[in-house]
């Protein structure tokens, strides 16, 4: 079967760095998808990738192994607003979302 | 703004009743989704429409039926829910759903409550 394994929940302090891990099991690989989720609010696309290596984007940053079936969400200078769950997605050989259950991150002061 | 409203954003209905929930996207999107959200569950995918033409039915019971009339709006109907039911039911849109680096956009969900 199908399968996206990520931490349920992780803490960190403001000002820190987080890594959230993402392991997946998929029947093929068209690319990894990060999604930011608020309580009470809709999915929002945080980064996509493809091909092994990391993608920066300002203070969040995406690593892709595809070897090892892995991959981290890594969140700099964190703040309050970051709080919220963040979800790994796998686009599989037939092109669907496998989607993991999310970790949600709770920032403190 | 996502660009994807979802109306109503609450509902409360009990198992004997119909209501839909009804989906818009004013991004020009070729594909709609309808997922389901439970808590500490993956998302679920239900159905998936391409150029307004179920493309996926993930084996979802007859009691959501979903209707898509164009490219931007989307429906899904309820009918003899069970409590089971309840969750967070989400619609995505994308430009292409064989695409593999086209992200989905989502809506802010309906919260389902069947009692």
């Known amino acids: 079967g199908q399968n996206i394994d990520q931490p349920t929940e992780m803490t960190a302090t403001e000002g820190a760095i987080v890594q959230i891990n993402c392991t997946y099991q998929t029947s093929g690989f068209n690319g990894l998808f990060w999604y930011q989720q608020h309580a009470g609010e809709a999915p929002t696309f945080l980064s996509y990738?493809?091909l092994d290596g990391l993608e920066e984007k300002g203070r969040f940053s995406s690593f892709l192994s595809r070897s090892k079936g892995y991959s981290y969400l890594l969140l700099k200078e964190l703040q309050m607003k970051d709080s919220a769950s963040y979800l790994c997605a796998v686009r599989d050989s037939n092109y669907q979302l496998i989607w993991g259950a999310g970790t949600k991150l709770i920032i403190k002061p | 703004e996502t660009g994807v409203t979802q109306t109503p954003r609450h509902l409360v209905m009990g198992m004997t009743n119909k209501k839909s929930l009804k989906c818009e996207q004013h991004?020009?999107?070729?594909?709609m989704y309808w997922y389901k959200q439970s808590a500490k569950k993956p998302l679920e995918l239900m159905f998936v429409?391409?150029?307004?033409?179920?493309?996926e039915n993930n084996s979802v019971p007859s009691r959501f039926s979903p209707e898509c009339p164009n490219s931007s709006h989307l429906f899904l109907h309820l009918h003899t829910l069970q409590p089971e039911d309840s969750a967070l039911y989400l619609c995505?849109?994308?430009?292409?759903?064989?695409?593999?680096?086209?992200?989905?956009?989502f809506g802010p969900g309906t919260r389902l409550t069947v009692t």
């Open positions: 995505a849109s994308s430009q292409d759903p064989s695409a593999p680096s086209y992200e989905q956009y």
């Open positions: 991004l020009g999107h070729n594909a």
């Open positions: 990738n493809v």
């Open positions: 429409y391409n150029f307004k033409e179920q493309t």
